[in-house]
């Protein structure tokens, strides 16, 4: 049978796009480079900028408050502590935890020996919260920290 130009261009195509469809299977399916990409994090699930930790933070009972006036790139934070009278924070910084900053402070005044808070800031509450290690007394508490205006 005698094909005509018309019809090897038929086949020709039909091939092309066989081979091309095949093609892209093989890199949907077949590559495990892809199969592993992570999915795309919506945008609203970003990690909040350090920035938004700067403020005054009221503990909801008992007359302890965290200051924070500054934040740099590497997560140390410029913060102090009032109860009620001031003192200094020994370690006060600020890590990424996936979408979650958490905030690790630690207190070695007189009486405190090396107590911490380790804190996730919550952005639907604009709250601070998480646990209060007292070491002194040996004893852990569920504390939670208000932004105050």
Known sequence: MKCTKSTKEKRNAAIRN???ALAGMG???GSGALAQTPPVAPTGSAVPAFG??????????????????????NGKLDASYANPRPLPFHTAEVTRDGNAL???FELRAAGYGGSTYTLKYDAASDSLRGVYD????????????????
């Open 18 to 20: 066989g081979l091309i």
């Open 27 to 29: 890199a949907a399916f």
């Open 52 to 73: 938004v930790l700067v403020g005054r933070w009221a503990r909801t009972e008992g007359p302890y408050v965290i200051n924070i006036s500054g934040v740099d790139e």
């Open 102 to 104: 958490k905030l690790f």
């Open 134 to 149: 007292q070491v002194v007394v040996m004893q852990k508490f569920d504390v939670v920290f208000n932004r105050t205006k």
